[in-house]
Protein backbone atom coordinates (compact mmCIF):
# COMPACT_ATOMS: atom_id res chain seq x y z
CA UNK A 1 0.00 0.00 0.00
CA UNK A 2 1.79 3.55 -0.99
CA UNK A 3 2.15 5.74 2.01
CA UNK A 4 -0.51 8.45 2.83
CA UNK A 5 0.21 11.82 3.56
CA UNK A 6 -2.58 11.59 6.37
CA UNK A 7 -4.28 8.66 7.45
CA UNK A 8 -7.00 11.21 8.81
CA UNK A 9 -8.28 12.71 5.95
CA UNK A 10 -11.35 15.19 6.12
CA UNK A 11 -13.16 13.04 3.56
CA UNK A 12 -12.94 9.20 2.44
CA UNK A 13 -14.32 8.88 -1.23
CA UNK A 14 -15.22 5.35 -1.57
CA UNK A 15 -15.67 5.08 -5.64
CA UNK A 16 -13.63 6.51 -8.48
CA UNK A 17 -15.76 6.93 -11.36
CA UNK A 18 -17.18 10.33 -12.91
CA UNK A 19 -19.38 10.85 -9.31
CA UNK A 20 -16.38 10.48 -7.28
CA UNK A 21 -13.83 12.10 -8.75
CA UNK A 22 -15.90 14.81 -9.22
CA UNK A 23 -17.01 15.02 -5.39
CA UNK A 24 -13.04 14.82 -5.06
CA UNK A 25 -11.91 17.42 -7.06
CA UNK A 26 -14.58 19.73 -5.63
CA UNK A 27 -13.68 19.07 -1.95
CA UNK A 28 -10.21 19.18 -2.54
CA UNK A 29 -10.85 22.96 -4.30
CA UNK A 30 -11.94 24.05 -1.33
CA UNK A 31 -8.63 23.12 0.72
CA UNK A 32 -9.68 20.01 2.42
CA UNK A 33 -7.48 16.84 2.44
CA UNK A 34 -9.21 14.46 0.68
CA UNK A 35 -8.90 10.29 -0.43
CA UNK A 36 -10.51 8.28 -2.36
CA UNK A 37 -10.21 4.76 -3.00
CA UNK A 38 -11.40 2.55 -5.92
CA UNK A 39 -11.44 -1.28 -6.44
CA UNK A 40 -10.10 -0.91 -9.91
CA UNK A 41 -8.68 1.43 -11.91
CA UNK A 42 -9.80 4.94 -11.95
CA UNK A 43 -12.75 5.94 -14.00
CA UNK A 44 -13.21 3.03 -16.08
CA UNK A 45 -16.90 1.82 -15.54
CA UNK A 46 -19.77 3.11 -16.44
CA UNK A 47 -18.46 6.56 -16.86
CA UNK A 48 -15.76 5.52 -18.91
CA UNK A 49 -17.91 3.29 -21.05
CA UNK A 50 -20.58 6.03 -21.84
CA UNK A 51 -21.31 8.43 -24.95
CA UNK A 52 -20.41 11.72 -23.40
CA UNK A 53 -24.01 13.47 -24.67
CA UNK A 54 -25.49 16.32 -22.03
CA UNK A 55 -28.87 16.90 -23.44
CA UNK A 56 -29.69 20.62 -23.02
CA UNK A 57 -31.42 22.41 -19.77
CA UNK A 58 -32.08 25.48 -18.72
CA UNK A 59 -31.01 26.77 -14.79
CA UNK A 60 -33.20 29.89 -14.44
CA UNK A 61 -36.48 28.06 -15.74
CA UNK A 62 -36.12 25.09 -13.42
CA UNK A 63 -38.37 25.08 -10.52
CA UNK A 64 -38.37 20.81 -9.90
CA UNK A 65 -35.37 19.92 -7.88
CA UNK A 66 -34.63 17.45 -10.50
CA UNK A 67 -34.35 19.87 -13.35
CA UNK A 68 -32.63 22.43 -11.46
CA UNK A 69 -30.14 19.77 -10.64
CA UNK A 70 -29.60 19.17 -14.83
CA UNK A 71 -29.50 22.87 -15.23
CA UNK A 72 -26.87 23.55 -12.70
CA UNK A 73 -24.83 21.30 -14.80
CA UNK A 74 -25.72 22.49 -18.00
CA UNK A 75 -24.16 26.00 -16.93
CA UNK A 76 -21.14 23.86 -14.65
CA UNK A 77 -19.83 21.77 -17.65
CA UNK A 78 -18.13 24.33 -20.23
CA UNK A 79 -16.81 25.76 -16.52
CA UNK A 80 -15.48 22.68 -15.54
CA UNK A 81 -14.43 22.06 -18.92
CA UNK A 82 -11.98 24.95 -19.56
CA UNK A 83 -10.66 24.80 -15.83
CA UNK A 84 -10.12 21.22 -16.08
CA UNK A 85 -8.14 21.96 -19.93
CA UNK A 86 -6.43 25.42 -18.17
CA UNK A 87 -5.03 23.09 -14.52
CA UNK A 88 -4.14 19.66 -16.74
CA UNK A 89 -3.78 20.41 -20.25
CA UNK A 90 -6.57 17.83 -21.52
CA UNK A 91 -8.87 18.70 -23.71
CA UNK A 92 -12.09 16.88 -23.02
CA UNK A 93 -13.24 17.90 -26.28
CA UNK A 94 -16.65 19.56 -25.13
CA UNK A 95 -18.52 21.46 -27.75
CA UNK A 96 -21.97 22.27 -27.63
CA UNK A 97 -23.28 20.65 -31.38
CA UNK A 98 -27.20 20.68 -30.79
CA UNK A 99 -28.77 16.91 -31.21
CA UNK A 100 -30.75 15.65 -33.52
CA UNK A 101 -33.85 13.20 -32.26
CA UNK A 102 -35.91 11.16 -34.56
CA UNK A 103 -38.93 8.82 -34.77
CA UNK A 104 -40.20 6.29 -36.85
CA UNK A 105 -42.34 4.28 -34.41
CA UNK A 106 -45.48 5.46 -33.08
CA UNK A 107 -44.77 5.12 -29.13
CA UNK A 108 -41.22 6.61 -29.36
CA UNK A 109 -42.50 9.70 -31.31
CA UNK A 110 -45.51 10.23 -28.87
CA UNK A 111 -41.94 10.27 -26.49
CA UNK A 112 -40.16 12.44 -28.20
CA UNK A 113 -43.16 15.16 -28.50
CA UNK A 114 -43.86 14.50 -24.86
CA UNK A 115 -40.47 15.41 -24.03
CA UNK A 116 -40.22 18.34 -26.52
CA UNK A 117 -43.49 20.13 -24.65
CA UNK A 118 -41.13 19.76 -21.43
CA UNK A 119 -38.05 21.10 -22.77
CA UNK A 120 -40.20 24.42 -24.19
CA UNK A 121 -41.60 24.48 -20.46
CA UNK A 122 -38.27 24.82 -19.29
CA UNK A 123 -37.11 27.57 -21.69
CA UNK A 124 -35.04 25.05 -23.70
CA UNK A 125 -35.27 25.73 -27.81
CA UNK A 126 -36.59 23.29 -29.77
CA UNK A 127 -36.33 22.98 -33.31
CA UNK A 128 -39.48 20.98 -35.12
CA UNK A 129 -37.98 19.66 -38.75
CA UNK A 130 -40.04 19.05 -41.67
CA UNK A 131 -38.71 16.49 -44.22
CA UNK A 132 -37.56 19.00 -46.50
CA UNK A 133 -35.22 20.68 -43.46
CA UNK A 134 -34.40 17.39 -42.21
CA UNK A 135 -32.95 16.61 -45.49
CA UNK A 136 -31.22 20.09 -45.82
CA UNK A 137 -29.44 20.53 -42.76
CA UNK A 138 -28.85 16.83 -42.17
CA UNK A 139 -27.75 15.35 -46.07
CA UNK A 140 -25.68 12.49 -44.54
CA UNK A 141 -29.06 10.72 -43.20
CA UNK A 142 -31.26 8.86 -45.08
CA UNK A 143 -34.66 10.04 -45.17
CA UNK A 144 -36.33 8.14 -47.28
CA UNK A 145 -37.19 6.30 -44.13
CA UNK A 146 -40.91 6.17 -42.36
CA UNK A 147 -39.89 8.89 -40.30
CA UNK A 148 -42.78 10.08 -37.65
CA UNK A 149 -40.60 13.27 -36.17
CA UNK A 150 -38.00 14.85 -36.74
CA UNK A 151 -36.26 17.65 -33.39
CA UNK A 152 -32.93 19.29 -33.43
CA UNK A 153 -32.19 20.88 -29.68
CA UNK A 154 -29.37 23.72 -30.07
CA UNK A 155 -28.18 23.64 -26.92
CA UNK A 156 -27.60 19.76 -26.56
CA UNK A 157 -23.21 19.45 -25.86
CA UNK A 158 -20.92 16.30 -25.99
CA UNK A 159 -17.67 15.71 -23.98
CA UNK A 160 -15.55 12.84 -25.00
CA UNK A 161 -16.21 11.08 -21.42
CA UNK A 162 -12.84 9.14 -21.55
CA UNK A 163 -10.63 12.68 -21.85
CA UNK A 164 -13.07 14.36 -18.91
CA UNK A 165 -12.18 11.24 -16.60
CA UNK A 166 -8.59 11.63 -17.53
CA UNK A 167 -8.25 15.15 -16.86
CA UNK A 168 -10.61 14.59 -13.68
CA UNK A 169 -7.66 12.71 -12.26
CA UNK A 170 -4.95 15.03 -12.92
CA UNK A 171 -7.27 17.80 -11.73
CA UNK A 172 -7.44 15.76 -8.57
CA UNK A 173 -3.61 15.04 -8.46
CA UNK A 174 -3.10 18.19 -8.62
CA UNK A 175 -5.42 19.75 -5.93
CA UNK A 176 -3.30 17.00 -3.51
CA UNK A 177 -6.33 14.15 -3.65
CA UNK A 178 -4.79 10.98 -2.40
CA UNK A 179 -5.60 7.89 -4.46
CA UNK A 180 -5.90 4.35 -3.98
CA UNK A 181 -6.35 2.03 -6.74
CA UNK A 182 -6.97 -1.68 -6.98
CA UNK A 183 -7.99 -1.56 -3.35
CA UNK A 184 -11.23 -2.01 -1.23
CA UNK A 185 -12.24 -0.95 2.13
CA UNK A 186 -11.84 -4.29 4.31
CA UNK A 187 -13.33 -2.87 7.94
CA UNK A 188 -15.55 -0.29 9.08
CA UNK A 189 -15.75 0.47 12.67
CA UNK A 190 -18.22 2.25 13.84
CA UNK A 191 -19.17 4.14 17.55
CA UNK A 192 -22.95 4.44 18.00
CA UNK A 193 -23.88 6.24 14.72
CA UNK A 194 -20.34 7.70 13.71
CA UNK A 195 -17.88 6.24 11.22
CA UNK A 196 -14.79 6.25 13.18
CA UNK A 197 -12.43 4.31 11.01
CA UNK A 198 -12.27 1.72 7.69
CA UNK A 199 -9.58 -0.70 7.21
CA UNK A 200 -6.86 -0.65 3.93
CA UNK A 201 -4.89 -3.16 3.73
CA UNK A 202 -4.33 -3.62 7.37
CA UNK A 203 -3.96 0.47 7.66
CA UNK A 204 -6.30 2.34 9.94
CA UNK A 205 -8.11 5.66 8.36
CA UNK A 206 -10.03 7.40 10.38
CA UNK A 207 -12.27 10.28 7.54
CA UNK A 208 -14.06 12.94 9.04
CA UNK A 209 -16.87 11.91 6.77
CA UNK A 210 -17.17 9.10 4.03
CA UNK A 211 -19.29 9.19 1.00
CA UNK A 212 -19.76 6.17 -1.29
CA UNK A 213 -20.53 6.69 -4.89
CA UNK A 214 -19.39 3.67 -6.02
CA UNK A 215 -22.33 3.36 -9.22
CA UNK A 216 -23.77 -0.09 -10.15
CA UNK A 217 -22.20 -1.54 -6.67
CA UNK A 218 -23.24 1.08 -4.39
CA UNK A 219 -26.51 -0.98 -3.16
CA UNK A 220 -23.50 -4.20 -2.56
CA UNK A 221 -21.24 -1.59 -0.79
CA UNK A 222 -24.15 0.27 1.42
CA UNK A 223 -25.17 -3.20 2.51
CA UNK A 224 -21.97 -4.18 3.75
CA UNK A 225 -21.72 -1.24 5.46
CA UNK A 226 -24.87 -1.66 6.96
CA UNK A 227 -24.04 -5.38 7.70
CA UNK A 228 -21.00 -4.06 9.56
CA UNK A 229 -22.07 -1.82 11.48
CA UNK A 230 -25.40 -3.73 12.40
CA UNK A 231 -27.59 -0.46 11.21
CA UNK A 232 -29.89 -2.82 9.22
CA UNK A 233 -33.35 -2.78 11.77
CA UNK A 234 -32.39 1.26 11.45
CA UNK A 235 -31.64 2.62 7.89
CA UNK A 236 -33.81 2.64 4.70
CA UNK A 237 -31.41 0.56 2.14
CA UNK A 238 -31.12 1.59 -1.37
CA UNK A 239 -32.17 -0.05 -4.01
CA UNK A 240 -29.54 0.08 -7.28
CA UNK A 241 -29.25 -2.50 -10.06
CA UNK A 242 -27.04 -2.74 -12.80
CA UNK A 243 -28.47 -2.26 -16.32
CA UNK A 244 -25.93 -3.30 -18.96
CA UNK A 245 -25.28 -0.90 -22.09
CA UNK A 246 -23.20 -2.31 -25.45
CA UNK A 247 -21.89 0.02 -27.57
CA UNK A 248 -19.84 -0.06 -30.73
CA UNK A 249 -16.94 2.51 -31.98
CA UNK A 250 -16.52 2.77 -35.73
CA UNK A 251 -13.90 4.96 -38.23
CA UNK A 252 -15.40 6.66 -40.31
CA UNK A 253 -12.06 7.98 -41.92
CA UNK A 254 -12.93 11.55 -41.02
CA UNK A 255 -16.11 13.85 -39.46
CA UNK A 256 -18.16 14.22 -41.86
CA UNK A 257 -21.25 15.31 -39.74
CA UNK A 258 -21.05 16.95 -36.16
CA UNK A 259 -24.58 17.01 -34.11
CA UNK A 260 -25.14 13.38 -32.23
CA UNK A 261 -28.67 11.02 -33.64
CA UNK A 262 -30.74 9.71 -31.09
CA UNK A 263 -33.66 7.81 -31.83
CA UNK A 264 -35.15 6.08 -28.65
CA UNK A 265 -32.40 4.88 -26.05
CA UNK A 266 -29.61 4.62 -29.27
CA UNK A 267 -27.68 7.01 -30.40
CA UNK A 268 -24.53 7.65 -33.14
CA UNK A 269 -21.98 10.04 -31.60
CA UNK A 270 -18.95 11.60 -34.62
CA UNK A 271 -15.99 12.67 -32.67
CA UNK A 272 -13.47 14.71 -34.01
CA UNK A 273 -10.78 12.01 -35.40
CA UNK A 274 -13.43 10.76 -37.48
CA UNK A 275 -14.57 7.64 -34.89
CA UNK A 276 -18.41 6.98 -34.72
CA UNK A 277 -19.55 5.40 -31.10
CA UNK A 278 -23.01 3.59 -31.33
CA UNK A 279 -25.36 2.81 -28.28
CA UNK A 280 -26.39 1.51 -26.86
CA UNK A 281 -28.65 -1.41 -25.52
CA UNK A 282 -30.52 -1.34 -22.27
CA UNK A 283 -30.33 -4.96 -20.27
CA UNK A 284 -30.95 -6.43 -17.25
CA UNK A 285 -28.13 -8.76 -17.00
CA UNK A 286 -26.95 -8.51 -13.59
CA UNK A 287 -22.88 -7.64 -13.72
CA UNK A 288 -22.23 -9.13 -16.72
CA UNK A 289 -19.97 -6.70 -18.64
CA UNK A 290 -19.94 -8.99 -21.97
CA UNK A 291 -20.50 -8.50 -25.49
CA UNK A 292 -23.47 -10.30 -27.63
CA UNK A 293 -22.64 -10.82 -31.42
CA UNK A 294 -26.50 -9.68 -32.00
CA UNK A 295 -26.51 -6.92 -29.98
CA UNK A 296 -23.62 -5.26 -31.88
CA UNK A 297 -24.93 -6.24 -35.32
CA UNK A 298 -27.74 -4.47 -34.85
CA UNK A 299 -25.91 -1.37 -32.93
CA UNK A 300 -23.67 -1.56 -36.33
CA UNK A 301 -26.90 -1.58 -38.80
CA UNK A 302 -28.28 0.71 -36.94
CA UNK A 303 -26.02 3.48 -37.70
CA UNK A 304 -25.49 2.24 -41.26
CA UNK A 305 -29.42 2.69 -41.82
CA UNK A 306 -29.29 6.55 -40.44
CA UNK A 307 -25.99 7.24 -41.99
CA UNK A 308 -25.34 4.80 -45.22
CA UNK A 309 -21.76 6.68 -45.58
CA UNK A 310 -20.87 4.26 -42.27
CA UNK A 311 -21.43 1.29 -44.45
CA UNK A 312 -17.97 1.40 -45.37
CA UNK A 313 -16.83 2.70 -41.69
CA UNK A 314 -14.85 -0.13 -40.26
CA UNK A 315 -15.53 -1.44 -36.48
CA UNK A 316 -12.83 -0.67 -34.20
CA UNK A 317 -13.99 -2.32 -30.62
CA UNK A 318 -16.99 -2.82 -28.72
CA UNK A 319 -17.59 -3.18 -24.88
CA UNK A 320 -20.28 -1.98 -22.32
CA UNK A 321 -20.69 -0.50 -19.32
CA UNK A 322 -23.41 -1.22 -16.56
CA UNK A 323 -25.46 1.87 -15.85
CA UNK A 324 -26.57 2.15 -11.95
CA UNK A 325 -29.81 2.35 -11.86
CA UNK A 326 -32.23 3.32 -8.81
CA UNK A 327 -35.71 1.85 -8.94
CA UNK A 328 -37.47 5.08 -9.59
CA UNK A 329 -34.35 6.43 -11.91
CA UNK A 330 -33.60 9.42 -9.55
CA UNK A 331 -30.30 9.31 -8.14
CA UNK A 332 -29.71 9.00 -4.44
CA UNK A 333 -27.75 12.40 -2.69
CA UNK A 334 -27.33 12.99 0.77
CA UNK A 335 -26.79 10.92 4.21
CA UNK A 336 -27.71 7.64 5.22
CA UNK A 337 -30.56 7.57 7.54
CA UNK A 338 -29.11 7.05 10.99
CA UNK A 339 -25.38 7.44 10.31
CA UNK A 340 -23.80 10.74 11.53
CA UNK A 341 -21.18 11.46 8.51
CA UNK A 342 -21.48 8.78 5.92
CA UNK A 343 -23.16 10.36 2.47
CA UNK A 344 -24.42 8.23 -0.58
CA UNK A 345 -24.07 9.59 -4.41
CA UNK A 346 -25.24 6.82 -6.60
CA UNK A 347 -28.08 5.78 -9.00
CA UNK A 348 -28.08 8.62 -11.64
CA UNK A 349 -28.65 5.56 -14.18
CA UNK A 350 -27.67 7.05 -17.75
CA UNK A 351 -26.73 11.22 -16.69
CA UNK A 352 -23.95 10.30 -14.14
CA UNK A 353 -21.74 12.30 -16.42
CA UNK A 354 -24.13 14.97 -17.38
CA UNK A 355 -25.21 15.16 -13.84
CA UNK A 356 -21.77 15.30 -12.35
CA UNK A 357 -20.33 19.04 -11.48
CA UNK A 358 -23.86 19.40 -10.02
CA UNK A 359 -23.49 16.17 -7.90
CA UNK A 360 -20.83 17.08 -6.72
CA UNK A 361 -21.42 20.87 -5.86
CA UNK A 362 -24.26 20.22 -4.01
CA UNK A 363 -22.90 17.04 -2.03
CA UNK A 364 -20.01 18.72 -1.24
CA UNK A 365 -21.82 21.67 0.19
CA UNK A 366 -23.81 19.00 2.07
CA UNK A 367 -20.84 17.46 3.67
CA UNK A 368 -18.82 20.40 4.77
CA UNK A 369 -22.11 21.24 6.63
CA UNK A 370 -23.41 24.30 4.23
CA UNK A 371 -26.74 24.43 3.05
CA UNK A 372 -26.98 23.03 -0.72
CA UNK A 373 -28.78 25.45 -3.26
CA UNK A 374 -30.92 22.68 -4.53
CA UNK A 375 -33.15 21.05 -2.36
CA UNK A 376 -32.49 17.49 -1.99
CA UNK A 377 -35.13 16.46 -0.75
CA UNK A 378 -36.67 14.29 -3.18
CA UNK A 379 -33.11 12.49 -3.87
CA UNK A 380 -32.99 11.53 -0.18
CA UNK A 381 -31.72 8.02 0.77
CA UNK A 382 -34.73 6.99 2.45
CA UNK A 383 -37.52 8.13 -0.19
CA UNK A 384 -38.19 4.12 -0.66
Known sequence: MPSLATTRPDFLIVGGG??????????????????????????????????????????KEAWDPQEQLRGLSHRLFPEWSARLKAETQID????????????RDPGEAASLRMACVHYEE????????????????????????????????PGEAVVRNPRHLQALVQGCRN?????????????????????TAVEIDGQEISPGACCLATGAWSQLLTDQVLDRGNFSGRIQRPEIEPIRGQLVLLDAGGRFFTSPINEGVRYIVPRRDGLVLVGATVEEVGFDKSNTPEAIEDLTQF???????????????????????SVDRIPYLGQLPGMANIYL?????RSGLHLSPATATVMSQLMCGETPQIDLHPFRVNRA
Do not use: M
Not at 345 to 349: D, K, N, Q, S, V
Open 175 to 195: RGVQFLENTEVARWRFQDTQL
Open 122 to 153: EGVEVQRLDPQQLAEHFPHLQTSQSIRDAVFL
Open 92 to 103: NQFEITGGLYLA
Open 303 to 325: ARQWVPKLAEAKQVKAWSGLRPA
Open 18 to 59: VIGLSLAYELAGKGHQVLLVEKGPLGREASWAGAGLLPPANE
Open 345 to 349: AAGHY
